[in-house]
């Protein structure tokens, strides 16, 4: 009862916070380009673009036009993407958007595979050699430009390789279409299709190999930032006098930190993996474009820079939920974690 | 001729006034000589402070702002000079009235520029004279007793500073790249816009098919541009929007979170839910919006975008500070007094919650960095050609498999200032913290 009537409440708090997003996108989108643009090219007569306009709803004024948007919205038509062959924002989304997630999700997996065990191994060896290297290792990932990381990555990985004769990770695109002509998504997660639907193995490798240098590029950020966390929260809570009391009973070092410490320094790492999914969002705008991933971030980028209003706003409410989404989810997390929090 | 002029007029008197007239004007000469020099020189540090301060005139240029200065100088003291020998020798044409209304208004311009040098010296005149001796000795115990504590802890600071290698290594790094961003001009063998389409996509360390160019000694990109040379004029670029942003950023936003913080209520209320709004975008796409609703891609749209995207971190960061600090005694104490409301905002509260600042930052810096540079190499950007490091992988990732340290340096350019940035705002964090610091 408590636990449903917080999430209601956080729901509603959200609103404010969504249409804010939906006021200052719709806004900016107006400033950048004329949208009707796209349906136009040189043969156009000039009454044919009247009708055009009136057809989008084109020649009403800016504040009648945001609230036609959002009558659309509400009846789940997002606009159509003059930028992706005039097709409905909503559909382009279902096509791209698991791509992105996929992406995210093994870039996220991979970062916390490898973030806690660094985090908690440079903590528990501090000033040592391990922890100035961790360090520095997570210091680069956060001051790593990403679009220049992934072109070293393809230049070793893909290109030398290659060149070599070598097997090579390969360099763009999700799977190799040359290899499964016959391919058709399901849900449009590869790795989940290729091994229910399709029950090809081969396909799934071949998937996970385009997945793995974007996965690891986008993932060295999150890494970065969950082994820091981790290493702060681990060394502030080995300061606790439990950890002292346990210590004193005579508990192992492994069962004093694996069950006693670790369990305590957790809890703010969660919450920097849940709001690293929004860096995973940006992220993945850089990655996706040096990566040719047909996924939200190309589609973004190309949209804003072919004044694709629809395609803009849509990806930006879709962003705006998945944050509001994910920070709900944190926070839940968040009370089974530690149940001292309680909701409120 | 002259000579005879005054020897038709036998006078005493008037061989006297002609002395007397003769000394003024020598006098005259001399002071409009130093008047002259001075306003010049006065136009000149005015020009170099406003040229560093504004935007896009890059450091060469004040140099030759400069340098033309100087030539006018030499030429007006030339005439000067002239004009005095003229009067000693008694030439006609030295006397002429004309010429005295010019050397006047000349200065009236120059007392102008003297006024105006005495503001922009001032401040260091009274500084150095706090330190002749005899006036030191009024303020200096009290203010050695009142700051005994606060440089002790900035000596120990300083200490700690120099003990930990990774953060003297973060400042050696950005000092070595501020200073080599200053000096491009005169280390680099390519200018900034300098292209020899001829050596297009030339390996590291080749000669340049111009028997008289220098060699490249990081290569060419695909234009032939020095590879070298770009990425140290490009430093000075980077680096300015880099730190203009973080500072707008942090002043809007310390602003905005210590007046919401410290007032609470319904301003709190506003400017805490237009700061969700902002945190729940991506701070690239937004970025990207503002550059295009801009109207062109450029630098100063990208430096504009960030400022805009940028400010919400930092309201929450002294929002959070500020409620944390307003209840404490010393606020009380500051008010019970009779103070202000903005004094004990600006005097009390934000030097105490300073710290925290200072280290995201510093942080900043360098994440600013990164992301402008990401939104120059997806495209929003200045045009080809202009000296910027996203730019240059931008443009060089097309050619990244035949030409990749077009990529590799600049890039490289970037992670070092980036990772120099972060390794001093980390090592400040640990320096500055009470907790960790005294054990």
């Known amino acids: ?344 | 001729m002259s000579e005879h002029y005054f020897d038709d007029v036998e006078s005493y008197e008037l061989k006297g006034m002609n002395h007397l007239i003769t000394w003024l004007l020598h006098l005259l000469a001399g002071l409009v000589i130093l008047t002259i020099a001075s306003t010049i020189l006065a136009f000149q540090i005015t020009a170099l402070i406003a040229i560093q301060i504004g935007f896009s005139i890059t450091l060469s240029e004040s140099f030759a702002i400069g340098a033309l200065q100087l030539l006018i100088a030499v030429i007006v003291s030339y005439i000067l000079i002239k004009l005095s020998i003229a009067i000693q020798s008694s030439e006609l044409w030295a006397f002429s009235t004309s010429l005295y209304l010019n050397l006047l208004l000349l200065i009236l311009l120059a007392t102008m520029g003297t006024i105006g040098m005495i503001f922009i010296f001032l401040p260091i005149i009274t500084l150095i004279s706090l330190f002749l001796p005899n006036i030191r000795e009024y303020w200096f115990p009290l203010f050695k007793e009142d700051m005994g504590p606060r440089i002790k802890e900035i000596r120990y600071s300083l200490y700690l500073v120099r003990k930990s290698p990774l953060v003297v290594a973060g400042v050696i790094i950005i000092v070595s790249f501020v200073v080599l961003a200053f000096l491009a001009p005169f280390f680099t063998p390519y200018g900034p816009e300098q292209r020899i389409w001829a050596d297009y996509n030339l390996p590291p360390g080749s000669p340049s098919t111009d028997p008289n160019m220098p060699i490249h000694i990081w290569g060419t990109d695909d234009s032939g541009g020095d590879v070298f040379s770009r990425i140290f004029w490009a430093a000075q670029v980077d680096l300015r929007i880099s730190v203009t942003v973080v500072a707008v950023a942090v002043t809007v936003g310390t602003l905005i979170g210590a007046i919401s913080g410290f007032y609470g209520g319904k301003i709190d209320e506003l400017v805490m839910r237009i700061t969700d709004v902002f945190f729940a975008f991506p701070g690239l796409v937004l970025a990207m919006a503002i550059v295009m609703a801009l109207g062109e891609r450029s630098l100063d749209n990208i430096a504009i975008a960030l400022m805009v995207t940028w400010w919400p971190g930092y309201a929450r960061l002294v929002r959070g500070q500020v409620l944390a600090e307003r209840e404490k005694l010393y606020v009380e104490a500051a008010r019970s007094i009779g103070a202000s409301d903005m004094r004990i905002l600006l005097v009390h509260i934000i030097p105490n919650t300073i710290q925290p600042i200072i280290v995201s930052a510093t942080m900043d810096t360098g994440g600013v960095l990164l992301t402008a540079a990401g939104l120059s190499c997806i495209g929003f950007g200045p045009p080809a050609g202009v000296d910027e490091w996203g730019l240059m992988i931008s443009i060089g990732q097309f050619y990244y498999s035949i030409a990749p340290w077009a990529v590799f340096f600049p890039g490289f350019a970037i992670l070092m200032t980036s990772l120099a940035f972060n390794l001093v705002g980390d090592g400040i964090r640990d320096i500055m913290d009470p907790k960790l610091r005294r054990r």
């Open chain 1, 1 to 344: 009862m408590k636990l449903r009537d917080f999430i209601l409440r956080r729901m509603i708090l959200a609103i404010p916070v969504i249409f804010g997003v939906l006021v200052i996108t719709w806004f900016l989108a107006f400033q950048v380009g004329d949208p009707a643009a796209m349906y136009i090219n040189e043969n156009t007569p000039q009454s044919a673009i009247e009708s055009i306009r009136k057809a989008h709803g084109l020649d009403e004024p800016p504040h009648i036009q945001f609230i036609l948007y959002l009558t659309n919205l509400f009846q789940g038509n997002w606009g159509e993407s003059t930028s992706t062959s005039f097709r409905p924002v909503l559909e382009v989304i279902a096509l791209k958007f698991p791509a992105t997630i996929e992406l995210a999700m093994l870039a996220m997996f991979f970062a916390i595979i490898l973030g806690i065990p660094l985090g908690i191994i440079s903590a528990t060896k501090k000033d040592t050699v391990v922890d100035h290297f961790t360090r520095v290792f997570s210091l680069a990932g956060v001051s790593m430009p990403i679009f220049w990381f992934a072109l070293m990555l393809k230049y070793v990985f893909y290109y030398q390789l290659a060149i070599m004769g070598l097997p090579h990770l390969p360099g763009s695109f999700r799977y190799d279409d040359l290899m499964f002509p016959d391919f058709k998504y399901t849900t449009g997660f590869l790795l989940f299709d290729s091994i229910v639907f399709e029950h090809n193995p081969r396909l799934f490798l071949d998937a996970l190999a385009h997945l793995a240098m974007p996965a690891f590029c986008l993932g060295y950020l999150t890494l970065a930032i969950i082994t820091r966390m981790m290493r702060s929260s681990m060394l502030e809570v080995m300061r606790e006098d439990y950890i002292t009391l346990a210590r004193s009973k005579g508990l192992s070092e492994r069962v004093v930190i694996y069950k006693h410490a670790l369990r305590n320094a957790l809890i703010p790492t969660v919450t920097v993996i849940g709001l690293a999914f929004g860096g995973l969002m940006t992220g993945a705008v850089l990655t996706e474009t040096i990566f040719s991933w047909p996924g939200l971030g190309t589609w973004a980028a190309r949209a804003i820079l072919n004044s694709d209003l629809a395609a803009i706003n849509g990806f930006t409410l879709l962003v705006a939920l998945i944050f509001v989404t994910s920070n709900l989810i944190v926070d839940l997390v968040y009370g089974t974690l530690d149940p001292r929090i309680r909701y409120g």
